[in-house]
């Protein structure tokens, strides 16, 4: 008997569909614990919930959740270290990635610090000019204006040489990082990253938010401990989960263990819309403020922070978060907003000339282990999200390097898939000598190559990812929870298994299927988006979506006009002018005419 869902082998995408799979008992306990109808319970248990976690996983607190923060390598040091200068009153600053994940982290610890009545200066490297991370220029600099002590976030855990520098300058360096590392931490006086080969915490999955955030109860217990809050209050650092929770949100970690409770209880603390810079970001994207979701974080206020790394100025995201200044917040917002609009237009443009480049190659092979596209003045700031964009479309990593012919070195970033770790391949190809730099994770990795280079780039990469891909590949169906009909996917289904959310890797958001349904009033919208309705066989209907779909499969089978389809895709909230109801965003479909 096939595992298939429905029967589904090949769908318009070419994948088959399988019901996510859950231990029965599992299940069972579930819903006895919880008295909780047997779909979420099933779609609880398929997630690797644990009947005995159930209660962590639906209401999680920090009270139980929160790490030691002595489990982190070096996380006592760090605190000693940033103490002993807060009480020697010492110029310290703040060295961020150009991202949310960096400028999240250097607010959190700008606002400690201001609550302890001591001002840190902020240093985004300029991407363009600089790249990422540390290095000895941007050290000479902070020295130059003053600096006797430098905190990187984001950044730094491979960063040996420009630490080295720093140590010839005199400069003490903390590191907090996220990032995967090899072999012996760089030289400063502490690194903490839950990624060091030393690391015990258990905590890999948290961004580099995260990772700050422990550091503030650390800082809080050093600096009772020395009894600086004899005359002070103790800085509540639960008022700045919002900045955590972005961070874990935007850097795209998996929303697992503590990491789950820190994205969810940081997402009611944004609700509260404290934060003068989310305000006035939320404002010039016109968004209406309310009960903030991963919607708000990853996709209003995520991209247009990101924008000023991206292509204008880098420390604008961080200036924004970390700012008291409501005018000056007000500016900064409107630049990112319009910074993130040009962002759109250049990714658009990249984009489309990468797919014409790859596609129309007389060598392109739609099943090999890696994709990579490379173009003469393609924007560094956007090329990662370009790769983002076609790992969906080609379902493999994919590397984009945007090329500078009168340097004739590239900068590249890519994306990966699950089951391939991209991070660990670009780091091999770094050892081998192909790549001037290059590091990252399982899922997205940065590298800098000589133009010469990139055939051999390719076949490293195609090598040595080969069996990874292949394996990911073929299992690469989509998991289904639950079956439903167009009247059953209304907003109370919606509701319940919200209990699930926040979705995110580690917690992927319900999928649910609509068997038999006929497309109607289908049309295209702007950017290739499809509209259409999904009507049962007795005339009820749902409102539905599908995503730069026009020029797909999917598309070209929601408007073909033919007979019912099987649906796949996700519930979303639709409260446009107050009538609350769900609107079903399409992620594939299978016509039940055609062989499967």
């Keep these: 008997m096939s595992d298939d869902f429905l029967g589904v082998r090949r769908s318009a995408l070419g994948r088959a569909w399988r019901l996510r ?130 905190v990187t976030v984001d950044c730094g855990a491979a960063a040996h040489q420009a630490l080295e520098a720093a140590a010839g300058l005199d400069l003490d360096v903390v590191v907090i990082d996220h ?60 008022q700045w989960l919002d900045l955590a929770a972005l961070g874990a949100i935007c850097d795209v970690t998996a929303l697992t263990g503590f990491n789950r409770a820190v994205a969810a209880l940081g997402l009611k603390v944004m609700s509260s819309w404290q934060n003068p810079g989310l305000v006035a970001l939320m404002e010039a994207a016109k968004s209406e403020r309310g009960e903030a979701t991963p919607f708000h974080a990853g996709f209003v206020l995520g991209p247009r922070i990101n924008a000023g790394g991206r292509i204008g100025r880098s420390d604008l995201g961080a200036q924004l978060l970390s700012s008291d200044d409501v005018d000056a917040v007000q500016d900064l917002a409107v630049e990112l907003d319009r910074l993130n609009t040009e962002r759109r237009e250049v990714e658009r443009d990249i984009t489309e000339a990468a797919i014409l480049q790859v596609e129309r190659s007389s060598n392109f092979d739609p099943e090999a282990p890696i994709v990579l596209a490379a173009g003469d003045g393609w924007h560094p700031g956007v090329i990662g999200v370009v790769a983002g964009r076609l790992k969906e479309r080609w379902r493999r990593p994919v590397v984009v390097v945007g090329l500078d012919v009168a340097t004739g070195i590239g900068k590249g970033s890519g994306r990966s898939i ?89 917690n992927p958001e319900p999928s649910f299927v609509l068997a038999g349904v006929s497309v109607r009033d289908a049309r295209v919208l702007n950017n290739g988006h499809v509209s259409c309705r999904l009507a049962d066989p007795d005339g009820r209907q749902v409102r539905a979506i599908a995503w730069r779909a026009a020029e797909t499969e999917v598309g070209r089978a929601l408007l073909g006009g033919g007979g019912a389809l099987d649906v796949a895709g996700l519930l979303k909230a639709d409260d446009w002018n107050g009538r609350r109801g769900v609107q079903f965003e399409i992620v594939d479909v299978h016509d039940p005419r055609r062989a499967v």
């Design 21 to 150: 799979p859950a231990d029965p008992l599992d299940v069972t306990a579930i819903q006895r614990a919880e008295g909780l109808a047997e779909p979420l319970a099933r779609a609880i248990a398929s997630r690797g919930i644990a009947p005995d976690a159930v209660e962590d996983y639906l209401r999680p607190t920090l009270r139980r959740l929160f790490p030691d923060p002595s489990s982190f390598q070096d996380m006592d040091a760090a605190a000693r270290v940033l103490i002993d200068a807060l009480q020697a009153r010492t110029d310290i600053w703040v060295l961020a990635d150009y991202d949310v994940d960096g400028g999240a982290s250097a607010a959190q610890l700008v606002r400690w610090f201001r609550a302890m009545g001591h001002e840190l200066s902020i240093y985004v490297p300029d991407r363009l000019a600089e790249g990422y991370g540390p290095s000895a220029l941007a050290f000479e600099r902070m020295k130059a204006a003053g600096a006797a002590l430098v």
């Design 418 to 506: 699950e089951g391939v770790n991209l991070g660990r391949a670009v780091q091999d190809a770094f050892d081998a000598g192909l790549l001037l730099a290059g590091g990252g994770h399982a899922m997205a990795a940065g590298l800098t190559v000589e133009t010469l280079l990139l055939p051999d780039l390719r076949d490293f990469l195609s090598e040595r990812l080969a069996r990874e891909a292949e394996a990911a590949i073929q299992a690469d169906a989509l998991e289904i929870d639950v079956l439903t009909t167009a009247r059953g996917a209304d907003r109370d289904l919606y509701e319940a298994f919200q209990a699930l959310a926040p979705f995110g890797p580690g």
């Design 179 to 238: 990032h995967l590392m090899r072999g012996d931490p760089p030289r400063a006086r502490a690194v903490v990253n839950p990624n060091r080969l030393d690391d015990v915490s258990g905590q890999g999955n948290l961004a580099a938010a995260g990772v700050v955030f422990v550091l503030l109860a650390a800082l809080n217990r050093e600096a009772r401990a020395r009894g600086l809050f004899a005359d002070r209050p103790e800085p509540d650092i639960r």
